[in-house]
């Protein structure tokens, strides 16, 4: 069976500098630049693969503007798996192969998330 926990991304993504005072716009400009480049660090497949995570730190149409940005979705959690009594074992394999592979999307997106 595949491993299903939300990954820990935090110890992969690099420190952001702290505001210290007042923000101002070219302090909160760098932090979100900050932010981007770590979203973008950590790779991920879905919406094209080649922006990483930076779906989450930027609204849908920014995202979808950025050259070669495939549009994306959160992923959602595929729910309890269900095996019809009939499936072969081919087909209970493949089900539960893709039930798996979709839980660890979604916890992938969740670490993420979680991480920023």
């Known amino acids: 069976m595949a491993k299903t926990e ?16 007042e923000p101002t716009y070219t302090t909160l400009r760098r932090l979100e630049k900050e932010i981007r480049r770590n979203a973008g660090s ?6 094209g693969g080649e922006l ?15 050259q070669g ?6 992923p959602t959690h595929p729910g309890v798996m269900q095996i019809p009594a009939n499936a072969t074992a081919a087909q209970a394999t493949a089900q539960r ?7 660890r999307v979604f916890n992938e997106a969740i670490g993420m998330e979680q991480a920023l």
């Open 69 to 74: 940005a495939a549009a994306w979705q959160r």
């Open 42 to 47: 950590i790779p991920f497949t879905q919406g």
């Open 52 to 66: 990483g995570h930076t779906f989450f730190v930027l609204d849908e149409a920014t995202f979808q503007a950025l």
């Open 6 to 21: 939300t990954p820990n991304y935090k110890e992969r993504l690099s420190d952001v500098d702290r505001i210290v005072g």
């Open 97 to 103: 192969d893709a039930h798996d592979e979709a839980i």
